[in-house]
């Protein structure tokens, strides 16, 4: 995911905008964390299969409405992160370096078998034990 998420031409504009915060998609993860002052932010549509396994491993009104994310409150302060938002958590339980190939490890199963992980248990405490891989296409 390193190779695929990001690039040194978007990074550079986030340094040289310096903006309270960023939002990006495409990575199919709720995202939310802050980098070096930036708030990033990501609360992707996702397939069906990713919204039941989200879910089945997190059921909270949050995860099972999936409206959209507020980014602002009425006085211009940034909302509190969404317990969903597990994946962004990897960086508070590991160093963040941009070259990792560490994965979660059900994201791990799904595309890269071989990457080094960090276990389900440590990732997400509290979390159902299911995931992506335990879910049926709907």
Not at 72 to 82: Q, S
Not at 86 to 114: H, K
Not at 116 to 126: D, N, Y
Request: charged residues 25%; aromatic residues 12%; hydrophobic residues 35%.
């Amino acid at each position: 995911l390193p190779k695929l998420v990001g690039s040194d031409w978007i990074r550079s504009r986030v340094d040289q905008l310096r903006p309270d915060v960023h939002v990006f998609g495409h990575t199919h993860f709720p995202w939310d964390m802050w980098v070096e002052g930036v708030h990033y932010r990501s609360w992707p549509l996702m397939t069906p299969k990713e919204r039941y396994g989200i879910v089945m491993c997190w059921p909270t009104a949050v995860a099972e409405k999936w409206l959209p994310l507020l980014l602002f409150d009425g006085n211009g302060r940034h909302t509190p992160k969404e317990e969903v938002c597990w994946y962004s958590n990897m960086y508070e339980l590991i160093e963040r370096c941009p070259t990792s190939g560490v994965m979660f490890e059900g994201t791990a199963q799904l595309y890269c078998p071989n990457a080094p992980t960090l276990p389900r248990h440590i990732q997400a405490p509290g979390r159902r034990d299911t995931g992506l891989l335990d879910s049926k296409d709907e």
